[in-house]
């Protein structure tokens, strides 16, 4: 391969022009005679016996130029990268501007990060409201540890249902005195005050003992779900076959001691609330984070930013909620089938966020280069070690998967990333 010319375009993109030597075109074009020729019908030769000359006299001089050039153009294209130093962002577009016995010669117009300028990054005024833990949010909080903990106790007399026990009922509703479909059930655990039926159900169960056969008599609501029922009285025959009480434990010392490594309910309460004023400081904290981000792309200027770079980080983020449905036992088409949602859909609804990680990152990667932050040594293997232990892998392993130049880049984006917010005022 031979670098003619590296230039930059009016736009985001360098032109890059390159030859391929006749040695190495001549032998990519006796390559792919080898594998066509078994293809060529040539008179007063057998099948796949014919010379190339043979078949070029008849068919012509370039017949295997095409797809020689095909041939060539992927090493000759890494190393005119290679010699050029050009990072392309997305894929070239190539033409052939000489082709011949003597060799080839390829353009590649590539898409490259644009030249961007930021100015204002220090400054940016941005709300960051860390809302307190109110009690309800407290309550709330331990009441589902305390249901958690709640002691079930089968009853076996006659002691009658109570809101909060949970129940299995035999049940089928009739409307005008027909039953109708769905209306049936057997052996249904049905928590009583749950709001797992219509509004009514539940507190007519209260009070009945277990064998107890009654009925319920309840309205379904207007906007119920199946029009044919929308508004309709119903009865419904239940007969009542088990009640289990669920016994919440008290909110006392020894609650704590179970759930928690406190000795009182006091310290164990004071722990929920600084936990939830953590979570709190963590969403004011995004927010604050994402009002600067915001201030940074608007602050952005430059060069247009190459579709390319909008499209690759697109399938990133695609790539990226595949993987994680494929963690939970899903993916991407079993979700598209249970959502209606389309692949185009799901492009387009990820474009705006893969709009402001582009900005935000050409936005950053300036603010490093203006700055002159770099990462040292010590980083770079602090960072593959942390890398490591998050994907349970030996460090090695990721150096082999990350060249250390990605992960240095990274690290020097999150330095800007905190010098900015550090400079940042916090409203």
């Known amino acids: 391969m031979n670098l003619i010319k590296a230039e930059k375009t009016e736009k985001s993109a360098m032109l890059l022009e390159f030859s391929v030597d006749k040695e190495t075109f001549d032998k990519a074009v006796n390559k792919v005679y080898r594998q066509q020729v078994g293809k060529i019908n040539v008179p007063g030769f057998r099948k796949g016996k014919a010379p190339r000359s043979v078949i ?18 992927p090493d000759a294209y890494e190393a005119a990268l290679t010699e050029s130093g050009v990072k392309p962002v997305g894929r ?25 300028e930021i100015e204002g990054y220090k400054g940016i005024e941005a709300a960051k409201v860390v809302e307190p833990a109110t009690d309800v949010e407290i309550d709330n909080e331990i009441k589902i540890i305390r249901e958690r903990n709640a002691r ?3 009853i076996t007399d006659e002691t009658p249902a ?15 005195g027909v039953a109708f479909e769905g209306g049936k059930g057997e052996d249904y655990n049905l928590k ?14 209260v009070g009945h003992k277990i064998g107890e056969q009654f009925d319920v008599n309840v309205t379904f609501p ?27 434990p008290e909110l006392d010392d020894d609650f704590a001691k179970d759930v928690s490594e406190f000795d009182t309910f006091a310290e ?23 009002t600067i981000v915001k201030a940074l792309c608007g602050k952005l200027a430059g060069e247009e930013i190459p579709e390319a770079m909008f499209e690759a980080e697109t399938e990133n983020l695609l790539r990226d909620y595949d993987n994680r449905l494929r963690m939970q036992g899903l993916d991407l088409n079993t979700y598209f089938m249970y959502t209606g949602m389309t692949l185009e859909g799901m492009r387009e609804q990820m474009r705006p966020q893969a709009e402001t990680f582009v900005k935000t990152r050409l936005a950053l990667e300036k603010i490093a280069a203006l700055e002159g932050l770099t990462a040292s040594e010590e980083e770079i293997e602090a960072e593959y070690t942390r890398l490591a232990e998050a ?5 090695e392993q990721v150096k082999a998967m990350i060249p250390a130049e990605s992960v240095s880049e990274d690290l020097v984006v999150k330095a800007a990333m905190e010098l900015v917010k550090s400079n940042a005022v916090a409203k």
């Open 56 to 73: 070029e006299r008849m068919y012509g001089k370039g017949i295997f130029w095409e797809d020689a050039a095909n041939e060539v153009l």
């Open 92 to 116: 070239a577009e190539f033409d052939i501007t000489n082709i011949d016995e003597g060799g080839i010669t390829f353009t590649a117009t590539v898409p490259v990060k644009p030249a961007v």
């Open 222 to 248: 207007e906007e119920y779900h199946a029009a044919e029922l929308a508004g309709k009285a119903s009865t419904f025959k239940v007969t009542l076959k088990a009640i289990t009480k669920i016994e919440l």
């Open 152 to 154: 079930e106790t089968e």
């Open 268 to 290: 164990y309460r004071a722990d929920v609330e600084a936990k939830i004023l953590k979570r709190h400081e963590a969403s004011a904290e995004s927010i604050f984070e994402e």
């Open 391 to 395: 994907y349970n892998m030996e460090a």
């Open 192 to 205: 009583l005050g749950s709001g797992s039926f219509i509004p009514g159900f539940e507190d007519q169960i």
């Open 162 to 176: 109570a809101m909060g026990d949970s129940t299995k009922i035999d049940f089928e509703g009739f409307v005008d």
